[in-house]
């Protein structure tokens, strides 16, 4: 069995970013890394075979869906998710926690857990720690998250406290009920946009020695700018030779910004979302593809771009895809999208081998004010 292991192997001296390697059961992770939600088992409208050519290294799915839809045990029978999906690099699976938490009115809260209703056809279910952690062992990911207790901000300050000292006391459940060798469970360090309930809810998870930590409750109502300080202040405090994911954080200004900042692990929608409402990402800019200004732009998305979107298709196509509601037109912007995120991962670890991350990130901060 392989052990789970990380090593930053290149820092930026102006900065907090750092490049690493993450070695799971399932393969090499070069960090830093994006990672692309397949929710329900999929990246929507997408292929494996085209994740693997685009150099995906690691896809995300969620618990709360699969338990859901097809059900855990279905997917174990299976031989879990990577048998499942036809996926065989690394997976990790979120808790569940944050979709239970953000159907508010569908949820009830209790130190046990959470009792709530189905979004699909209002059936009651239950959710602890124990519950989240039996169904990531029946899906198998590689890496696997503890149960938390996500506040949507703003929030009054004793609501965060509360939910960070929830966390904590879910998260040791999370460890006792915890079996499989080969699954990291990572902690999740709550507090809100309050530091020093950061700084202290990272010291109480950083005692229990975990594999890994992410920050959570982010990206769930504060500024971005408010989101950046949280990470500027937190991420380099947390252990140095542990991977350290940023939850659910997706702009790619976002990215960088927090890459500098020290994170190693992202995940966000946003690329595969705003691709099916024909909102793309390039180099020079948005571009809204459905816009009439395109019905007869014969140029590519991004005309620096490789992707097999760009190399093939025009703007003008594109725009009649999405006019006529033609599926491929999802798939072909999604496409672009996620090589637009992914080749953005590639391009920090490129600098940060050859040491020029500082330059890089400046020039790169530069031109967005720009746009």
């Not at 090593?7 to 890394?33: D, K, N, Q, S, Y």
């Not at 998260?171 to 009920?177: G, I, N, P, S, V």
Request: glycine content about 8%; charged content about 25%.
């Amino acid at each position: 069995m392989t052990v789970f292991r990380f090593e930053v192997t290149h820092t930026c001296p102006e900065t907090h970013a750092r490049a690493g390697l993450l070695e799971t059961p399932h393969g090499v992770i070069e960090t830093p890394i994006f990672m692309p939600v397949g929710t329900a088992g999929t990246v929507k409208g997408m292929k494996p075979r085209d994740l693997h050519e685009m150099e995906a290294q690691i896809i995300l799915g969620n618990t709360y869906h699969l338990y859901l839809r097809p059900g855990h045990e279905l997917v174990k029978k299976a031989g879990g998710l990577h048998a499942f999906t036809g996926w065989n690099k690394p997976m990790l699976t979120d808790s569940g926690g944050f979709q239970v938490f953000s159907h508010s009115d569908l949820n009830k809260i209790k130190e046990k857990g959470v009792e709530f209703r189905s979004h699909i056809d209002g059936s009651k279910h239950f959710l602890g720690p124990e519950e989240s952690i039996a169904i990531q062992e029946a899906l198998g990911a590689d890496i696997i998250m503890a149960f938390d207790e996500c506040v949507a901000l703003p929030a009054p300050r004793e609501k965060i406290l509360e939910g960070m000292q929830r966390t904590t006391r879910w998260l040791k459940r999370c460890m006792e009920a915890h079996t499989r060798e080969d699954q990291a469970l990572f902690g999740i360090v709550q507090g809100g946009t309050e530091l020093d309930l950061r700084k202290q809810h990272l010291a109480e998870l950083v005692e229990f020695d975990l594999p890994g930590y992410a920050l959570g409750g982010l990206s769930v109502g504060e500024a971005p700018e408010e989101m950046h300080k949280v990470v500027h202040a937190i991420a380099p405090l947390m252990p140095e030779q542990k991977p350290r994911y940023l939850m659910g954080v997706g702009r790619p200004e976002d990215l960088t910004t927090c890459v500098a900042g020290g994170i190693d692990m992202f995940d966000c929608v946003m690329p595969t979302r705003n691709a099916r409402n024909a909102y793309l990402f390039t180099k020079t800019g948005r571009v809204k593809i459905r816009n009439a200004q395109y019905k007869e732009d014969w140029r590519p998305i991004d005309e620096t771009c490789s992707c097999y979107t760009c190399q093939n298709f025009s703007r003008a196509y594109l725009r009649h895809l999405f006019v006529c509601k033609e599926m491929l037109g999802a798939v072909l912007a999604t496409h672009h999208n996620l090589h637009y995120y992914i080749n953005l991962m590639t391009e920090m670890r490129q600098a940060l081998r050859e040491g020029n991350f500082g330059t890089w990130y400046h020039s790169y901060q530069t031109s967005m004010a720009e746009k």
